[in-house]
């Protein structure tokens, strides 16, 4: 199945648990906080169901011969993967990189833990056959799932077992032969709010004492006993699509889910209790690199476009013949580069591993550790290259409409190349982009997706040739000898 809009918009409509503002929310679709951010998600199914992007943003389906969304699509080579990638790339564009748990994220994550079933298959044959089974049906159902795979943070210096409440994460409350119920948190549900069913599980190190927590399921959001618990909306904040062009759009948002007693049958789960299998199901199979992978093709497009905003801010204030402006969109031209130069790389540096191609693991560690660091540093010189202008602008939409302040605001919102209303408009998407409430999340967001820095680190360091570094280094101490230039006298009796 290719899924379009209008369906996903009305799957939405399920009966799902969540509050904001300390209200239930009802019908989300309609709902101010979220209505306009689930209709962007309902362009890209719009999108890839036309029947002129048929071919590009789908393949055919192994197992049925229908077309399906080629964001499930497991690629047995580095054409294959290429492929793939400018779908996600072409999808991402619609949105400018600012939706970053788009269905293609976790769609990512569970095609790369089918492509290593071998792992599934030597824990439990049972589990690993849910596994694939899931697998078919979100991808012939075209579902759109978000994942929650981090407990919430309360005390980081205790393990999950020693904390105050056993069912601060969530965990294991009992078991029979229909399934497991579980009990508890778990942070955060990006789009979860707009997605149809959740992948719960746990990425954080385990430790001995932890197995109740070692836990890996997928459920409807609908399913019952799962309340979510929405942060504060910016789309509901956003006082006009002109004010705030991304938040009122693009608001993918951030929940908290609580599972009260919700009972998961065991053809959704694919791990319970192992708390070593918790872990190898993202980095002994291609998951990780999959997950994570999506991650940088999105923000190669991310950046791309705020190099754009750069350039026009630049243009928008005459400045961009100054010499030392041209080296700031230098620099940020160079930035955005190097992510394309990662991208390719992982794909040009890929290996086939049980019969796929996944993408390099050391290149696309380091990428995440780089632009972990350099997303805000991009934003920064953004902010220094506009000066006041992102400030100095109309309070609202409301101030061309008084025809006293339209006119003051005709008078001093002067550019060499726009009118003072284009210069309003473009200054706003701007501020959106680089410094309002939404912008500052999204700050957050580059900086902790993929776990906090000390984590990606660790994963450079795990996964880098180490032996091909200190091997030159020993080449090179190996080339020569003190007892090649001195000859040593025998010490004196
Ligand atoms: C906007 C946003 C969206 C998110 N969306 C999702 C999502 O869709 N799904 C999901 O599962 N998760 C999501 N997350 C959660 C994200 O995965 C976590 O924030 C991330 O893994 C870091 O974990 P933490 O927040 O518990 O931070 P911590 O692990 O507590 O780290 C915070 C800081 O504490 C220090 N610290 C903590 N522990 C150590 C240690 N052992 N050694 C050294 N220093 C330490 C470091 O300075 C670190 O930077 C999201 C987070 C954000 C901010």
Redesign the pocket.
């Known amino acids: 199945m290719v899924k379009n809009g209008s369906q996903h918009i009305s799957q939405l409509r399920d009966g799902r648990e969540v509050y904001l503002n300390g209200q239930a929310v009802g019908d989300v679709t309609m709902h101010p906080a979220f209505r306009n951010s689930i209709r962007s998600y309902a362009s890209l199914y719009d999108f890839q169901a036309r029947p002129e992007n048929i071919e590009a943003m789908t393949f055919a389906s192994p197992d049925t011969g229908d077309r399906v969304s080629r964001i499930w699509q497991m690629p047995t080579s580095y054409d294959e993967l290429v492929e793939r990638r400018r779908m996600l790339e072409a999808w991402t564009e619609l949105h400018f990189g600012f939706m970053?748990?788009s269905p293609d994220h976790v769609a990512s994550c569970i095609s790369g833990m089918v492509m290593g079933i071998d792992v599934f298959e030597q824990y439990d044959a049972k589990r690993a056959g849910a596994l694939r089974d899931y697998y078919k049906y979100a991808r012939d159902n075209d579902l759109f799932l978000?994942?929650?795979?981090?407990n919430p943070?309360a005390n980081?210096s205790k393990a999950a077992h020693e904390q105050e409440d056993k069912y601060l994460a969530v965990g294991i409350v009992d078991q029979d032969h229909e399934g497991i119920t579980v009990r508890g948190a778990?942070?955060?549900?990006?789009?979860g709010i707009m997605a149809n069913e959740v992948f719960c599980s746990c990425i954080q190190p385990l430790k001995a004492g932890d197995e109740m927590y070692a836990l890996s399921f997928a459920i409807p959001m609908n399913t019952k006993g799962l309340r979510v618990l929405s942060r504060k909306s910016y789309e509901e904040n956003a006082a006009s699509v002109f004010d705030n062009p991304l938040a009122s759009r693009y608001d993918e948002n951030?929940a908290v889910l609580y599972f009260d007693d919700v009972k998961v049958p065991w053809e959704r789960i694919f791990v319970a209790g192992d708390t070593a299998m918790c872990a190898k199901q993202f980095h002994a199979t291609p998951a990780h690199s999959y997950q994570n992978y999506q991650c940088q093709v999105r923000l190669m497009v991310k950046l791309r476009f705020l190099v754009g905003i750069a350039m026009k801010i630049t243009e928008v204030n005459g400045t961009n013949t100054f010499p030392q402006v041209r080296e700031m969109l230098g620099q940020l031209a160079a930035e955005a580069a190097m992510i394309e130069a990662w991208v390719h790389g992982m794909e040009a540096k890929g290996q086939m591993a049980g019969g796929y191609f996944v993408p390099d693991r050391n290149l696309l560690y380091a990428s995440q550790v780089v632009t972990q660091q350099l997303y805000a540093k991009v934003l920064n010189s953004l902010r220094e290259l506009a000066g006041g202008g992102m400030i100095m602008l109309p309070s609202s939409i409301h101030d061309f409409e008084n025809p006293m302040l339209a006119s003051i605001i005709e008078k001093t919102q002067k550019s060499p190349v726009a009118s003072a209303e284009e210069r309003v408009k473009f200054f706003k998407l701007a501020w959106d982009a680089v410094g309002s409430e939404f912008a500052s999340?999204h700050n957050?967001?580059e900086m902790?997706?993929?776990?906090?820095?000390?984590?990606t680190k660790g994963h450079a360091y795990r996964t880098y040739d180490w032996q091909k570094a200190t091997g030159l280094v020993d080449n090179l101490l190996g080339s020569y000898a003190l007892s090649d230039e001195i000859r040593r006298e025998p010490a004196a009796a």
């Open positions: 970053g748990r978000t994942y929650v795979i981090v943070q980081q778990k942070m955060l549900a990006t789009s951030d999340r957050q967001y902790f997706y993929a776990g906090a820095t000390f984590v």
